[in-house]
């Protein structure tokens, strides 16, 4: 991500981006019923989603994803009251919850490392 703040990102968008969904989720708790409802409200935005990196894991001689999904989104695009710490991205009809994210120092990009919910087919 260093470098793309350094290019036209417009541009970058147009060659290199696909569709995603933004998903922000808010969480309640119902202490009637014991449940956590969720709301959530889903904006379409471009996302250039890069090739997963893969790193050996201590303990083990497998090589497992670090993340399942890697994003870089434009700050613009997301709704004014975005909260990544609590969002999900949803690509190729498979729903990811956000694990982390970096913003580029000029804040006008956000790189995201997400993971698969849900089933795993």
């Not at 994803?65 to 695009?77: G, N």
């Amino acid at each position: 991500m260093h470098n793309i703040a350094h290019i036209d990102r417009d541009r970058a968008f147009d060659d290199w981006s696909v569709p995603v969904v933004f998903r922000q989720v808010v969480q309640t708790y119902d202490p009637q019923t014991g449940r956590v409802e969720e709301t959530a409200t889903d904006t379409a935005v471009q996302a250039i989603v890069r090739p997963l990196q893969s790193s050996p894991h201590p303990g083990t001689v497998a090589v497992h994803p670090d993340a399942e999904l890697a994003a870089i989104l434009r700050t613009d695009d997301l709704p004014a009251d975005a909260n990544l710490a609590t969002a999900r991205l949803v690509h190729d009809q498979q729903e990811y919850q956000v694990r982390s994210f970096t913003r580029s120092s000029d804040s006008q990009l956000v790189e995201v490392l997400a993971v698969r919910i849900g089933d795993h087919d």
